[in-house]
């Protein structure tokens, strides 16, 4: 602050020291939203740690084990103390660690948590936005469920935390913790911690820059990763009701520090980092989501000396660019439906081509036919001519004979003859 | 952990069911997330950017220093200083600090206003010099690669004085605050009160009301950002009384033998501080004490919003027509064809 401007004493009383108050009258009136999301196998206890934290039991049946993918469910409820509003979003992996092949366990959880950013990310790009009124479904902190196994972490919890660190703030916390005994714990924890160390996973930690959490940040933060345990029955102990667990040899205490870690995670979820936690998924997270994304759609920063608005400009030359191609695809389908109907018209002409030849051929023929016809029927007319001829003939003989004295004989032959003829 | 006493106390009332809420067994510490705010807030600091507008000799640098307890505004060296030729803005900006909570206060003076024979759109170099700051801002957000904390330069409160001739508002006036309640929160006060009574004062501000409503300028506080009723109350309340007649001092005179700020006559002591004679302490609890906040958030969801809005619709005409890309000029022109 105060680069290149003087500091300048106040004489008397001001006020401006109550613009913290008016800050947190704004934020009360407006209310806050969280969102957690857990993951972790299922069976590790998960909605019954959200139960305890928030004091509250949300509504849902405990999942199955037969998933055939890891799905996301996210729940929101309405959270009110005193004066404070918290509209509370709880994601959970439902399936998480129950299949055979696990290779992509991981992708759903990472899409959710860019859906999340994108949306946001949609909302501040808009012309017309609302962003103070928006409801932020980011993902502000992410609990993963390490399970008690005591020795180390399993490669599924190892690749999960890795793909997931630099996307949203984690928190790693053993779950079930009550099946481990103490000194197993701390190997536990030793191990866990190197192994997150050498494989370069960044877990959230707790902010240390501020003298008045400072200290406490500092202390909490070498007792990560927390083992909790969770459970929402409360038995009497002593003379008060408190949450525990009861086994034949003995009672867990939840809130019990010697026994858990609970109240650790209690004190530095919700009452000491709530507000950084939401910060750094602001500041940090999403602002490197926004980066790539902007990045990988072809904005780029422009240099001092060269245009304003490179990010409109760049999404018009991206426009132009697309409608650029939408015509290019036009005029290829014109093209292309021309040339189609030009084949069909070729195709076409050739059978028209072909008709025509075989009507000629046809007709060739039938003048042939009727030719041979015309023939035939000459020297039919020429043989019936002849016949006539010859009967002319012959009945002039008959006639001359008649006249020179025919007999009956020479009649009744005649006749015969005719009638022969006849 | 030192809080935990406190907060067993809290467990009782603190487990009510909210309206169609989920039920709390117990308390569970969320509202610990205000005192989070809190100390975010102290260690990040608050930006205020105010401007003040009035004829030269109103007191507007006599008012600044009031306001601030502290010499944040520079008087002209003398008084032989020529009148600018045209309207110039000035800024300075000064850290202060109170109780921990560290501000930077930035004030923009705007020597020339209104002095010339000539005043025909004078306005138009402070409207330009407000648009800019919301480009800067703008500029910033729209990165790829954006800082955490992007520098606030935009004028936050623009005070507007009115000198008190006790009849009615100038034409200038009536101008200026028309085209700026547009962009920027306006809050008008009456300059010099000390020379208006107590019931030439109350008459003056009736007058200056009426004058506003016919016009249909709105200023700060606007009732179309109440949020709600209680809000509402308060600011009508405030709206009441606008415009505060003001009295600006920074010499310390003896009263009842308690040092206070005001002006000496001879007729007697105008206490800057008393609300009997003028309404500064008004003025200051408005800017300073209740509604720092509510002009920060006013100027950044509303004014800069709708300014975002109208830049990023023309640009998107301009590449719509198919022309190269009009460098955006400094805005000749502009503050015409909007307003």
Known sequence: ?422 | MEEQPAQEQKQQDAAKPGPGGQELFGYVGIEAVLDQIRIKTIKTGIEFNIMVVGQSGLGKSTMVNTLFKSKVSRKPLSYEDRIPKTVQLRSVTHAIEEKGVKMKLTVTDTPGFGDQINNENCWEPIIKYINEQYEHYLREEILINRKRRIPDTRIHGCVYFVPPTGHWLRPLDLEFMRRLSKIVNVVPVIAKADTLTLEERAEFKQRIKKDLKAHGIIVYPQEDFDEDPDDRLLNDKIREKIPFAVVGADKEHQVNGKKVLGRKTKWGIVEVENSAHCEFPMLRDLLIRSHLQDLKDITHNAHYESYRTRRLNESNMVGKSGTEWVPLSPFNGEPESHL
């Open chain 1, 1 to 422: 602050m105060g680069e290149g401007c003087r500091t300048v004493p106040l004489a008397g009383h001001v006020g401006f020291d109550s613009l913290p108050d008016q800050l947190v009258n704004r934020s009360v009136n407006h209310g806050f939203c969280f969102n957690i999301l857990c993951v972790g196998e299922t069976g590790l206890g998960k909605s019954t740690l959200m139960d305890t934290l928030f004091n509250t039991r949300f509504e849902g049946d405990p999942a199955s084990h037969s998933q055939p993918g890891v799905q996301l469910k996210s729940s929101t409820y309405d959270l009110q103390e005193s004066n404070v509003r918290l509209k509370l979003t709880i994601v959970g992996t439902v399936g998480f660690g129950d299949q055979i092949n696990k290779e992509d366990s991981y992708k759903p959880i990472v899409e959710f948590i860019d859906t999340q950013f994108e949306s946001y990310l949609q909302e501040e790009l808009k012309i017309k936005r609302v962003l103070h009124s928006y409801h932020d479904s980011r993902i502000h902190a992410c609990l993963y469920f390490i399970a008690p196994t005591g020795h180390s972490l399993k490669s599924l919890e190892l690749v999960t935390m890795k793909k997931l660190d630099s996307k949203v703030n984690i928190i790693p916390i053993i779950a079930k913790s009550d099946a481990i005994s103490k000194s197993e714990l701390t190997k536990f924890k030793i191990k866990i911690t190197s192994e997150l160390v050498s494989n370069g996973v960044q877990i959230y930690q707790f902010p240390t820059d501020d003298e008045s959490v400072a200290e406490i940040n500092g202390t909490m933060n070498a007792h990560l990763p927390f083992a909790v345990i969770g459970s929402t029955e409360e038995m009497k102990i002593g003379n008060k009701m408190m949450k525990a667990r009861q086994y034949p040899w003995g009672t867990v205490q939840v809130e019990n520090e010697t026994h858990c870690d609970f109240v650790k995670l209690r004190e530095m979820l919700i009452r000491v980092n709530m507000e950084d936690l939401r910060e750094q998924t602001h500041t940090r997270h999403y602002e490197l989501y926004r980066l790539c994304k902007l990045e990988e759609m072809g904005f780029k920063d422009t240099d001092p000396d060269s245009k304003p608005f490179s990010l409109q400009e760049t999404y018009e030359a991206k426009r132009n660019e697309f409608l650029g191609e939408l015509q290019k695809k036009e005029e290829e389908m014109r093209q292309m439906f021309v040339q189609r109907v030009k084949e069909k018209e070729g195709e076409l002409k050739e059978a028209e081509k072909e008709l025509h030849e075989k009507f000629d051929r046809l007709k060739k023929l039938h003048q042939d036919e009727k030719k041979k016809v015309e023939d035939k029927k000459k020297l039919l007319d020429d043989e019936v001519n002849a016949f006539k001829q010859r009967k002319t003939a012959a009945e002039l003989i008959q006639s001359q004979a008649q006249q020179a004295g025919g007999s009956q004989t020479l009649k009744r032959d005649k006749e015969r003859k005719n009638s022969g003829f006849l």
